[in-house]
Nanobody, 114 residues
Framework: QVQLVESGGGLVQPGGSLRLSCEASGFTFSSYRMSWYRQSPGRERVVVAVMTRTGGSINYVDSVQDRFIISGDNAKNTVYLQMNNLKPEDTGVYYC???????WGQGTQVTVSS
């Protein structure tokens, strides 16, 4: 059974940091391009960061460039999203997703507020 389980969300003040984790089971995430999406209140789910299975190609949406870092640990079948200098507009539910599949996690809530 394929599962993606996110963790690491929470409430943080502006300027703070969080590290999200997404542990995959039932498939080898290194065989896919992995991504993080965000769904903010009242908005569509949008891609935030994407990485190839080797980590050789990484892309970010402009709004998180130089603040967020996507990475993976093949041995742990886990992908991470390090989020620094968080802003209120980063608030939302964050999902990990294996591109070209219908594999999605259940999401983890990130709230940036003072």
């Amino acid at each position: 059974q394929v599962q993606l389980v996110e963790s690491g969300g929470g409430l943080v003040q502006p300027g703070g940091s969080l590290r999200l984790s997404c542990e995959a089971s039932g498939f080898t995430f290194s065989s896919y391009r992995m991504s993080w999406y965000r769904q903010s209140p009242g908005r569509e789910r949008v891609v935030v960061a994407v990485m190839t299975r080797t980590g050789g190609s990484i892309n970010y949406v402009d709004s998180v460039q130089d603040r967020f870092i996507i990475s993976g640990d093949n041995a742990k079948n886990t992908v991470y999203l390090q989020m620094n200098n968080l802003k209120p507009e980063d608030t939302g539910v964050y999902y990990c997703h294996a591109l070209t599949t219908n594999y999605w996690g259940q999401g983890t809530q990130v709230t940036v507020s003072s």
